[in-house]
């Protein structure tokens, strides 16, 4: 039997069980396999916040239950992705420089291989530059986004500067 069951989505959680008491406004859109509430959204201004008594992702480490992954697809749809990658292990972060973007594409574990990074790329291509070892860039455009291809060690890091 699932832990939580969120939004169609069955998952298991680790660590802790907080059963919650939703403020007024506040929609409970999960609860726990015993019935009491688990995970809240509440509206602020133009965004939203969402609260889960419990930590799902601690399990995802060890269980890899893509479920998980699928609910918060849904739940961030309509977010404007920055960068992603193809890894589970490879997160990117971006960081507006002026017209330009400072893209850190960062290996978060002690296995090397490859990783496809991807932006959306706005009007035509980029110039990119990779500014700490100063290597060849290997990008092409798919689909309106710029895509890096890269190999990363072992907790391995590239930051490009993209104008």
């Known amino acids: 039997m699932p832990d939580l069951i969120a939004e169609g989505h069955e998952l298991t959680t680790r660590m802790h069980k907080e059963v919650l008491e939703p403020l007024a406004g506040a929609e409970v859109i999960g609860h ?3 019935g009491e509430p688990a995970v809240v959204e509440n509206a602020f201004g133009e ?3 969402i609260y889960i008594g419990t930590n799902p992702f601690i399990s995802f480490i060890t269980d890899r239950d893509m479920h998980l992954l699928d609910w918060m697809h849904e739940l961030n749809e309509d977010v404007a992705r920055h ?3 193809d890894s589970f292990f490879v997160a990117a972060r971006v960081l ?3 017209a330009g973007r400072l893209v ?3 290996n978060l574990s002690r296995q090397d291989g490859p990783v496809t990074l991807s932006l959306p790329a706005g009007e035509g291509r980029p110039n990119v ?3 700490i070892d100063g290597g060849d860039v290997r990008c092409r455009m798919v689909d309106g986004n710029l895509t ?3 190999h990363l060690g072992p907790y391995g890091t590239k930051v490009y500067l993209i104008e």
Do not use: K, N, P, V
Request: hydrophobic content about 50%; overall charge neutral.
């Open 32 to 34: 726990f396999s015993t």
């Open 47 to 49: 965004g939203r916040a």
């Open 83 to 85: 960068a992603w990658t």
């Open 96 to 98: 507006l420089r002026g």
């Open 104 to 106: 850190f594409l960062m």
């Open 129 to 131: 530059q990779e500014l």
């Open 148 to 150: 890096i291809s890269e």
